[in-house]
Structure formats: C-alpha cells, structure tokens
C-alpha cells in the first residue's frame, strides 16, 4: 500500500526552502563571521524566545519554565496573536482559578495582551462572557482549569475546526495554560493535573494533531504535579 505524502503547510516549506538557500550559498569568511555573530546575539538575548520551540513540529506541549519578567507569557502572546492576525487561528488562554480568569477578561480583557501589542497589532478588544473579540471577530476564549466541570456543558470543541482554513493556511489548536506553577504561600483549589487533563478533553477531546499547548511558569524548588505527568522530578 503506497503511503500518502504529507502535505506541508506554508510556514514549514517557508522553512525548508530558507535552509535550502542556506545550504546552497557558498561559504565565505564573511558568512562564516556572520553565523557567529547571529548565534552570539541570540545566546545575549535579555527576552525569551520561542523560535527554537516552534522548530519542533512534531511536539503537542511546550514547557516554558524560568525567572520573572523574562517574556514567556509576551512571546507567546505576540505569537498567538501574529498567528490571529495573519492567519485567522484562534486561541485559549487558560489561568488556574476563576479569579485570576476574570481579570484577564475585565475592561474588555486588557491585561490579556500588552500594550505594546495592542498597537502593533491594531487590536481593538471586546469581552462578552469568556470569549474575547477583536473587531467583532472571535479571536480568544479565557477559561480557567478549576471550572473545567462547568465548562464541559459548553460547546467548547469544534468537530470541524480542523478542517476549516485561512488563505490555504491549516487551522492549530492554540493553548496556553500560564502560571501554573503554584508559588510557595499559594493555595491549591483542587488537584491541578486532574483539572488540567479534564479541561484538556474540553478542548480538543481526543485530537492528535497540529496542537501547540503552551505551559508557563516560573522556577521553582518543586516541580509540581503538572511537570511531573511530563516525567519531571
């Protein structure tokens, strides 16, 4: 039985045609110093990046972990929004609690999206109920794990989604569960992992493909139980 060849979206054939035209040009002393230059300016980068993240396509989960202010929630911010603007995908931010949920949606879901982005996006925002709108167009949906039983009454997952796209642009699922380390002195409503699992099979049911869940948290002495489902100790 011949296997079906398949079909790479734009950003991946993007991607090999660049390393093709890398691997073509000849190698002078000047692009040799260049390389280097490039490599030492991404390893002096002060802000996060998930370029190299990305890069691994066949991946589901994306564990962000490290210090505050170091823009792991930003980068994937501008990235799900990027994605929004160019190519219509959707996305879900997720907090651990309803309160922390709610003022991510308050005034018109301001502290979803930094300032900066607003403006460089053009985004004008509008809130009704826990789905965010840009323009009057669906763009987020804002959900927090410890509602996970009340949402799975809601019609959250799309049969369809998969198969709809945007200028020959494939639809993603894009999820971002952010700040789900618990701090020290922070009190846990409830097993997290469950509620996580739970309000994953929300979502995307049983979907195994073109998924970038993102998780985001800071550095702490313990892993907690989220990780440890991923063989963190």
Known sequence: M????????PEEEERIKKLEDMMNAPVTEASVLESKRKALRYKQKEWYSIRACLGV???WFYCLLGGREAGKSYSVTEFFVRQWKKYKIPFVWLRLNEASMKKMLNNNAEKLVD???YRKYDLRLTTKGNNVYDHGEKMATVLALSTFANDKGVALF???????????HPMYYHICLDE?????????Q?????????????LVRSTKERMRIFLIGNTLQECSDILTMFNFI
Do not use: P
Request: charged share 25%.
């Open 2 to 9: 011949a296997k079906t060849k398949t079909k790479l979206t």
């Open 158 to 168: 799309d049969k369809d989604f998969l198969n709809q796209n945007f200028a020959g």
């Open 115 to 117: 300032a900066d982005l």
């Open 57 to 59: 396509t066949w991946a």
């Open 190 to 202: 409830g097993d997290i992992a469950y509620q996580f699992v739970n309000q994953m099979e929300n």
């Open 180 to 188: 789900f380390q618990l701090e020290k002195n922070q009190r846990s």
